[in-house]
Protein backbone atom coordinates (compact mmCIF):
# COMPACT_ATOMS: atom_id res chain seq x y z
CA UNK A 1 0.00 0.00 0.00
CA UNK A 2 0.83 3.68 -0.85
CA UNK A 3 -0.36 6.79 0.86
CA UNK A 4 -0.03 10.33 -0.93
CA UNK A 5 -1.12 13.26 1.01
CA UNK A 6 -1.07 16.21 -0.82
CA UNK A 7 -0.36 20.26 0.69
CA UNK A 8 -0.30 23.50 -0.41
CA UNK A 9 -3.52 24.61 -2.05
CA UNK A 10 -4.72 27.63 -0.83
CA UNK A 11 -6.34 30.71 -3.16
CA UNK A 12 -4.59 33.33 -4.76
CA UNK A 13 -4.51 36.27 -7.05
CA UNK A 14 -4.16 36.04 -10.64
CA UNK A 15 -0.28 36.19 -11.47
CA UNK A 16 0.48 34.54 -8.19
CA UNK A 17 2.05 31.30 -6.83
CA UNK A 18 1.60 28.41 -5.09
CA UNK A 19 3.62 25.31 -4.45
CA UNK A 20 2.03 21.63 -4.14
CA UNK A 21 3.69 19.06 -2.19
CA UNK A 22 2.86 15.26 -2.25
CA UNK A 23 4.11 13.09 0.66
CA UNK A 24 4.24 9.12 -0.05
CA UNK A 25 4.29 6.64 2.55
CA UNK A 26 4.27 3.13 2.81
CA UNK A 27 5.77 1.09 -0.48
CA UNK A 28 7.20 3.25 -2.10
CA UNK A 29 9.31 1.42 -3.71
CA UNK A 30 6.92 -0.01 -6.12
CA UNK A 31 6.44 3.99 -7.45
CA UNK A 32 7.67 4.18 -11.07
CA UNK A 33 5.79 7.95 -12.19
CA UNK A 34 3.92 10.00 -10.07
CA UNK A 35 2.38 12.62 -11.32
CA UNK A 36 -0.57 15.74 -10.69
CA UNK A 37 -3.67 15.90 -12.33
CA UNK A 38 -6.49 18.22 -11.52
CA UNK A 39 -10.34 18.57 -11.94
CA UNK A 40 -12.74 21.63 -12.24
CA UNK A 41 -16.16 22.02 -11.83
CA UNK A 42 -17.92 20.18 -14.23
CA UNK A 43 -14.67 19.04 -16.31
CA UNK A 44 -12.63 15.69 -16.30
CA UNK A 45 -9.79 15.16 -14.49
CA UNK A 46 -6.68 16.17 -16.65
CA UNK A 47 -3.15 15.76 -16.61
CA UNK A 48 -0.88 18.65 -15.39
CA UNK A 49 2.42 17.00 -15.31
CA UNK A 50 4.35 13.51 -14.62
CA UNK A 51 7.57 12.24 -13.22
CA UNK A 52 9.24 9.26 -13.76
CA UNK A 53 11.62 7.64 -11.43
CA UNK A 54 14.72 8.70 -13.42
CA UNK A 55 13.52 12.46 -13.63
CA UNK A 56 12.07 13.04 -17.00
CA UNK A 57 9.03 14.95 -17.19
CA UNK A 58 6.16 15.88 -19.25
CA UNK A 59 3.84 18.63 -18.69
CA UNK A 60 -0.06 19.55 -20.35
CA UNK A 61 0.46 22.20 -22.35
CA UNK A 62 -1.64 24.72 -20.99
CA UNK A 63 0.93 24.76 -17.78
CA UNK A 64 3.86 24.40 -19.78
CA UNK A 65 6.78 27.49 -18.84
CA UNK A 66 4.70 28.18 -15.73
CA UNK A 67 4.82 24.79 -13.65
CA UNK A 68 7.26 22.53 -12.91
CA UNK A 69 7.17 19.29 -11.50
CA UNK A 70 10.25 17.58 -9.03
CA UNK A 71 10.49 14.92 -6.89
CA UNK A 72 12.81 14.29 -3.31
CA UNK A 73 13.36 10.70 -3.82
CA UNK A 74 15.45 10.84 -0.67
CA UNK A 75 12.24 12.40 0.95
CA UNK A 76 9.62 10.38 -0.92
CA UNK A 77 8.11 13.91 -1.70
CA UNK A 78 6.61 15.09 -5.48
CA UNK A 79 6.58 18.82 -5.78
CA UNK A 80 4.19 21.11 -7.97
CA UNK A 81 5.66 24.90 -8.54
CA UNK A 82 3.03 26.83 -9.91
CA UNK A 83 3.95 30.31 -11.49
CA UNK A 84 1.76 32.77 -13.23
CA UNK A 85 -1.27 31.31 -12.17
CA UNK A 86 -4.47 32.12 -14.32
CA UNK A 87 -8.09 31.81 -13.21
CA UNK A 88 -8.39 29.24 -15.51
CA UNK A 89 -6.14 26.54 -13.70
CA UNK A 90 -8.93 26.79 -10.43
CA UNK A 91 -9.74 23.27 -9.91
CA UNK A 92 -8.79 20.07 -7.31
CA UNK A 93 -5.59 18.91 -7.88
CA UNK A 94 -4.55 15.37 -7.43
CA UNK A 95 -1.37 13.45 -6.83
CA UNK A 96 -0.83 10.28 -8.95
CA UNK A 97 1.38 7.38 -8.30
CA UNK A 98 1.84 4.46 -10.72
CA UNK A 99 3.34 1.26 -9.91
CA UNK A 100 5.94 -1.26 -11.69
CA UNK A 101 3.15 -3.45 -11.91
CA UNK A 102 0.77 -0.79 -13.75
CA UNK A 103 -1.34 -0.25 -10.51
CA UNK A 104 -2.06 3.33 -9.18
CA UNK A 105 -2.72 5.45 -6.52
CA UNK A 106 -4.00 8.59 -6.06
CA UNK A 107 -4.17 11.56 -2.80
CA UNK A 108 -7.57 12.93 -1.66
CA UNK A 109 -7.00 16.27 -3.68
CA UNK A 110 -6.03 19.97 -2.33
CA UNK A 111 -8.10 22.59 -3.34
CA UNK A 112 -6.52 25.42 -5.88
CA UNK A 113 -8.47 28.75 -6.49
CA UNK A 114 -7.31 31.63 -8.80
CA UNK A 115 -8.81 34.45 -8.32
CA UNK A 116 -8.95 37.22 -11.05
Known amino acids: QVQLVESGGGTVQAGGSLRLSCAAS????????MGWYRQAPGKQRELVARITSGGSTNYAGSVKGRFTISRDNAENTMYLQMNSLKPEDTAVYYC??????????WGQGTQVTVSS
Open 96 to 105: NAVFYDLRSS
Open 26 to 33: GSIFRINI
